[in-house]
Each structure stands twice: as structure tokens, then as C-alpha cells.
T-cell receptor
Framework: SAVISQKPSRDICQRGTSLTIQCQVD?????MFWYRQQPGQSLTLIAT?????????ESGFVIDKFPISRPNLTFSTLTVSNMSPEDSSIYLC?????????????FGQGTRLTVV | GENVEQHPSTLSVQEGDSAVIKCTYS??????FPWYKQELGKRPQLIID?????GEKKDQRIAVTLNKTAKHFSLHITETQPEDSAVYFC???????????????FGQGTILTVHP
């Protein structure tokens, strides 16, 4: 299993500002994933954070809006830049842990962002 | 890319009844299909998963079936209890290697309510 800590757990931000979300894992993992869950909606993958290289973004998400850092194998940050009310969502980081024949994706507790 | 459709969006059952949630996927290369339970304000938790080399998997009251030909998979919960009330998400991912299991495409979610 994996223990994932996300900070902050929630925040209320002014439009036009930026927020950086931190994700810390208790073990080394090759890839970390960032998801967005809009109010009452499903989860959508934003990007895959690779250690030592640039993040890989999914369609509809760009680096200028969601810059990601991955300085080591246990930590990543996601920044939501120049925020607007439409960015109000829960942002979750995720990691995959392999154990024998079992593989499981674990999620952090999420960061609930409200943009006013 | 992958597209996952989930039905129904809401499901209401009496305690002790069975609940079935169905998902279809579009990418025949997808080979990993997890189901997550998300309680209000909490992170998604894996409840069961199935890989494309298996047709059915059961864990106590929960079972998942996979039909690769038809590209659909289903979650079955028997003897439902009020504690089963939550939002359930199916997901799909493809590619080789464990890290691909982290790139999940989620269904829209099913709100399950179990009435005592």
C-alpha cells in the first residue's frame, strides 16, 4: 500500500492568483498522477508527473495552466495558475503501487479548491 | 482515447437487495478495470479490480464481470447494506506495465443509496 499526503486539504483563493498543491508519498514511485474532480463529477486525469522529465499532459490541459514539478521519487507539486471560478474542484494526486501480482492506484485525500 | 460510459447514474435499493452497475469502454487495448467507492468528502477507495485475462472476480459480497468481446464490465453487490451507500466509479486503463494502471479513464459515477 501507499500513504499519500496532500497539502493543503482545502483553500479558498481569489481569482487571478495561483495555488500550489503538494503531494508526498511514503515510498518511491516512478510515476505520480494528478486528477481533477469537478463538483459532483467524475475524475479526469490532468497529467502524469515523471521524475527527471517534463510532465505529460492529457488533452485539454496545458503546462502554462497546470505546471507540475517532480523533484524526486516521493514528491510532486501541481500549480493551478491564474485561477478562475471554473477551476473550483477537488484535485487529487495518485500513485501506483505494485506488490506481487497485485497492482493498485492509491489516491491522496484531495485538495478542495474554491475560487472566488 | 479511451471513453468509459457508466450506468445507471443513480441506483436506489432496499437493504439486502442486489445492486448492479454497468460500464462500457471503447479502447480494445484496455486491460485493467478497477472499481472505486467514494464516500462524501473522501478519497476514492479501490474495492475490486479485474484484468483482461480474467472473466470474473469475487470478493465476499462484491463481484466484477468482464466481457472483452462486448467491451463491458459490471459490478455486482449482493446483500447490500446501508454502509454500501456511496458513489461508485468504474475505470479503465491500458498498456503494458504497472505504471499504466495509474492512467485511468473513469466512468461518470453511480450514486448508490441503500435504504434500511
Amino acid at each position: 500500500s501507499a500513504v499519500i499526503s496532500q497539502k493543503p486539504s482545502r483553500d479558498i483563493c481569489q481569482r487571478g492568483t495561483s495555488l500550489t498543491i503538494q503531494c508526498q508519498v511514503d515510498s518511491q514511485v516512478t510515476m505520480m498522477f494528478w486528477y481533477r474532480q469537478q463538483p459532483g463529477q467524475s475524475l479526469t486525469l490532468i497529467a502524469t508527473a515523471n521524475q527527471g522529465s517534463e510532465a505529460t499532459y492529457e488533452s485539454g490541459f496545458v503546462i502554462d495552466k497546470f505546471p507540475i514539478s517532480r523533484p524526486n521519487l516521493t514528491f510532486s507539486t501541481l500549480t493551478v495558475s491564474n485561477m478562475s471560478p471554473e477551476d473550483s474542484s477537488i484535485y487529487l494526486c495518485s500513485v501506483v503501487v505494485q506488490g506481487g501480482s497485485d497492482t493498485e492506484a492509491f489516491f491522496g485525500q484531495g485538495t478542495r479548491l474554491t475560487v472566488v | 482515447g479511451e471513453n468509459v460510459e457508466q450506468h445507471p447514474s443513480t441506483l436506489s435499493v432496499q437493504e439486502g437487495d442486489s445492486a448492479v452497475i454497468k460500464c462500457t469502454y471503447s479502447d480494445s487495448a484496455s486491460n485493467y478495470f478497477p472499481w472505486y467507492k467514494q464516500e462524501l468528502g473522501k478519497r476514492p477507495q479501490l474495492i475490486i479490480d479485474i484484468r483482461s485475462n480474467v472473466g470474473e472476480k469475487k470478493d465476499q459480497r462484491i463481484a466484477v464481470t468482464l466481457n472483452k468481446t462486448a467491451k463491458h464490465f459490471s459490478l455486482h453487490i449482493t446483500e447490500t447494506q446501508p454502509e454500501d451507500s456511496a458513489v461508485y466509479f468504474c475505470a479503465a486503463s491500458g498498456g503494458a506495465g504497472g505504471t499504466s494502471y495509474g492512467k485511468l479513464t473513469f466512468g461518470q459515477g453511480t450514486i448508490l443509496t441503500v435504504h434500511p
